[in-house]
């Protein structure tokens, strides 16, 4: 979940779907209670959503591209996210592919070889 953070402006290398998904979800919590923190406090001004956001803005652009990277695609594919729902939906579908087994372009798997574990080599 942090490795995303511990990456924070890292666009090199791969990104397995569960860094990127468990990322995703600490972001959202966050953003949800940082909403929440701003109209108890403050109403309408979003003074934390906004601090958070750019906080987290570029490692969540980090493990986006990583992601792309270990499906074996270019990060630039991430600016799908500015076309309004069918870059979203693109986005998603995208996102929960597995990722390419062994070295690709980007590196090396970062789940390990493909190998399954318990499987003669």
Known sequence: MLTALRKYCDFKGRAPRAEYWWF????AILMIVAQGLDAALFGKQSLFTLVLFLAI???YLGVGVRRFHDIGMSGWWV???????LGLLALIF????PGTPGENRFG??????GTPQGAAA
Do not use: E, S
């Open 57 to 59: 803005f570029l490692p």
């Open 108 to 113: 090396p798997n970062p789940l390990g070889d």
């Open 24 to 27: 995703f979800l600490l972001a």
């Open 94 to 97: 995208f996102y929960v592919r």
């Open 79 to 85: 600016l799908l996210g500015v076309i309004p729902i």
